[in-house]
């Protein structure tokens, strides 16, 4: 690459996860964490694009919900999706309020992070951390 060509820069990014019910999933984001719902597409809804500040997620009904496989499914402990945050205590504290399904609560990794995990209704496991000072 020159000096003169110009890179072009990433400015957002947007996970997809296949799922049973686009319409109850993009419910339960919303009610356990705080998302907000966008616009179906589809007759019948098969998809939506939801988010919560600034961070977004693709949701995409599956044809046949032996299609739905979350990472756990094939490996033990891996994560569909992962959000850092600026804080993770306060976070943890809403979701648990919220009802949300706390797949392992806070702690901290050798890699560097304070974190906890979440179950949508897919069994989809999100993780959710704070890089420790």
Same mark, same amino acid.
């Given at each position: 690459?020159?000096?003169?060509?110009?890179?072009?820069?990433?400015?957002?990014?947007?996970?997809?996860?296949?799922?049973?019910?686009?319409?109850?999933?993009?419910?339960?984001?919303?009610?356990? %964490?705080? &998302?907000?719902?966008?616009?179906?597409?589809?007759?019948?809804?098969? @998809? =939506?694009?939801? *988010?919560?500040?600034?961070? +977004?997620?693709?949701?995409?009904?599956?044809?046949?919900?032996?299609?739905?496989?979350?990472?756990?499914?094939?490996?033990?402990?891996?994560?569909? %999706?992962? &959000?850092?945050?600026?804080?993770?205590?306060?976070?943890?504290?809403? @979701? =648990?309020?919220? *009802?949300?399904?706390?797949? +392992?609560?806070?702690?901290?990794?050798?890699?560097?992070?304070?974190?906890?995990?979440?179950?949508?209704?897919?069994?989809?496991?999100?993780?959710?951390?704070?890089?420790?000072?």
């Amino acid at each position: 690459m020159s000096e003169t060509t110009k890179r072009a820069k990433f400015t957002a990014s947007a996970p997809l996860l296949l799922v049973r019910d686009v319409v109850a999933a993009a419910a339960h984001y919303e009610t356990a %964490m705080g &998302f907000t719902q966008g616009k179906f597409y589809g007759e019948p809804p098969c @998809f =939506t694009i939801i *988010g919560r500040d600034g961070m +977004y997620v693709m949701l995409r009904q599956a044809d046949s919900p032996d299609q739905v496989v979350p990472n756990t499914q094939i490996m033990d402990q891996l994560w569909d %999706m992962y &959000f850092w945050v600026d804080d993770v205590e306060s976070l943890f504290a809403e @979701f =648990t309020a919220r *009802g949300a399904i706390i797949d +392992y609560g806070l702690c901290d990794q050798p890699y560097g992070c304070r974190e906890f995990g979440t179950r949508d209704l897919d069994g989809h496991d999100i993780g959710f951390g704070q890089e420790m000072k």
